[in-house]
C-alpha cells in the first residue's frame, strides 16, 4: 500500500486500476441507459469519463505521444453525443 501511497505502481498494477476504473464506468453508462436511470448530463460525464479512461489506458499499453489522440477523442466524444441525441 505504502508503494501506492508514493505514486510508484508497476506499470502492471496501472493498467489493472485503468482496466477495473474503465470496466466500472462502462458498466454504470450501460446499465444507467438500459434502465433510463440516467439523464443527459450524467451520459455524457460518464461517456467523458470513459472515453479518458481508455486514453489513458492506450497511453499507458504505448507510452510515446501519439499524434492526433485528441483529436480521434473529441470525435469519437462527438460521435457518441451524436448517437444520445438521436
Do not use: C, F, H, Y
Not at 47 to 52: D, E, F, L, N, Q
Amino acid at each position: 500500500m505504502a508503494q501506492k501511497a508514493t505514486g510508484q505502481e508497476s506499470p502492471d498494477d496501472l493498467l489493472a486500476s485503468i482496466r477495473r476504473l474503465t470496466s466500472i464506468v462502462l458498466d454504470k453508462l450501460e446499465q444507467g441507459s438500459k434502465e433510463g436511470t440516467l439523464d443527459q448530463a450524467q451520459i455524457r460525464l460518464l461517456g467523458s469519463i470513459a472515453m479518458k479512461t481508455l486514453g489513458l489506458w492506450q497511453e499507458a499499453l504505448n507510452p510515446r505521444p501519439r499524434r492526433g489522440l485528441r483529436r480521434e477523442v473529441r470525435e469519437t466524444e462527438d460521435q457518441l453525443r451524436d448517437e444520445d441525441v438521436g
